[in-house]
């Protein structure tokens, strides 16, 4: 089955790194999600200053504004999309990523599947 993991950063420094891990942890743990033979996809997401948020209205009209600027702390940094068997597997490959660590959490949701 497939899961998403959306890596959600703590509190994040000027240059919007997280300092409960380093790139190589990144690196690692990219490394053994490959190896293992479960990676389907995933993604760093650009700066947070390059966010742009959309709404739409009860009228229809659509609002952009710059960045995600919701009143958190956390930042959305990423994502794995994983196929493992099952919801434990997930959450013990969830534990291991380093976006866990700290401040920072990942959650995990499965990926619907629609028809054949």
Not at 106 to 112: D, I
């Amino acid at each position: 089955m497939k899961y998403m993991l959306l890596i959600n950063a703590g509190a994040v420094d000027g240059n919007g790194a997280n300092g409960d891990c380093t790139v190589e942890d990144w690196i690692t743990y990219d490394k053994e999600v490959r190896e293992a033979g479960i990676f389907v996809s995933g993604e760093s997401l650009a700066d947070l200053v390059t966010a742009t948020t959309v709404r739409v209205g009860s009228d229809g009209q659509r609002v952009v504004t710059d960045g995600p600027f919701a009143e958190t702390r956390e930042v959305l940094g990423g994502f794995y999309v994983i196929d493992v068997p099952d919801l434990d597997a997930a959450l013990d490959w969830a534990a291991r990523c380093p976006g866990a660590r700290g401040e920072g959490s990942v959650v995990v949701r499965p990926v619907a599947e629609f028809g054949a």
